[in-house]
């Protein structure tokens, strides 16, 4: 059972303010491209595509990736054009009949009241609207007039429904859910379990939760195969460590998501020497529907190796207080350093287990600190005889 007082020992807090003003922050290379950015945006530039008229087989989807300002000029203008181009039709239809000009006695007009174009816009923009102010209506003397009408109709339906279709969907877009779905800022190599770890934090800030949240990762790297062909951007799967045995979350608070470095995995052969210059990416991406609309959203981050901090790991931030959990997010993203082996998780099987190469490692190190003491005592020798 968690205690009261909270998860995070007090030493971990003294050594968490110590590390924050000793800590450096690391920065990504100048000129280095990312994959996909720190904000899920994917940093992919389509050029030279020559088939532009696809675009326009899937209207709706084009509309709603268009910019706002596009947007509602598209839904301006859309509703205009439709009122002048009916608007046109009703001038001429009064015009053919003659309702323009000088009536007799008994004339029955196609539409009351049209004298110019102006009163046969104003009669589109009611037809299409619906207002119905009582002053211009049509009759039975015209059947080409109560065509028209019908047609006019069923367009105002058809515009409505798609561009308050498009504005609705994109004020429901996806992506505005996962604005609230964070990541921890830099990704954590620790053991667990006596086992080299990748590690990551995710967390939901909204109470509404994430239905069948799923997490991925992924490695973007440089690969060459056996063939000699060069892959620019080869995208390897990561399997997570789950205990469910699927990568399905359950995520009500800030959750680590793990990742154990084994054979399968395309971190093993990698140290930290290796991993600042490793030209590699990790992308992490987040997934689930959405509990109060049932729209399926999605969350994108990655982290480069500068962004990658070895020997690190996270710092609690639940704890329990007056039988409630409580979350603390000012420390979602803090780590503390932890005794880590610098070498690689190849390199630490076959050396047996995490003991027997700490070991070997002290035993290593002791003839080069004896070697020191000598040469410091040389030096004090030489002083004393001079």
Known sequence: MLSR???????????????????????????????????GTCNVAHTNIREQGRFLQDVFTTLVDLKWLHTLIIFTMSFLC????????????????????EREDGFVPCVTDIHSFSSAFLFSIEVQVTIGFGGRMITEECVSAIVILI??????????????????????????????????????????????????????????????????????????????????????????DNPVGTNGVFLVSPLIICHVIDKSSPLYELSPDDLQ?????VIVVLEGVVETTGITTQARTSYVSEEILWGHRFVPTVSEDDGMYAVDYSKFGNTVKVPTPCCSAKKLDEAGDVARFKLNEGVAMRPSVRRRRGAAMVRRSRLETK
């Open 277 to 281: 210059h490793q030209d590699l990416e």
């Open 151 to 240: 047609v006019q109709n069923i367009v105002g339906l058809v515009i409505n429904a798609i561009m308050l279709g498009c504005i609705f969907m994109k004020t429901a877009q996806a992506h505005r859910r996962a604005e609230t779905l964070i990541f921890s800022k830099h990704a954590v190599i620790s053991l667990r379990n006596s086992k080299l770890c990748f590690m990551i934090r995710i967390g939901d800030l909204r109470k509404s939760m994430i239905i069948s949240a799923t997490v991925r990762m992924q490695v973007v790297r440089r690969s060459t195969t056996e063939e000699g062909e060069v892959v620019p951007l080869d995208q390897i799967d990561i399997h997570m």
């Open 5 to 39: 007082k909270g998860l995070i020992p007090e030493d971990y807090l003294l050594t968490r303010l110590a590390e924050d003003v000793l800590q450096p922050k690391f920065k990504a290379k100048q000129g280095k491209a990312r994959f996909v950015g720190k904000n």
């Open 82 to 101: 439709s009122w002048l181009l009916f608007g046109m039709i009703w001038w001429l239809v009064a015009f053919a009949h003659g309702d323009l000009g």
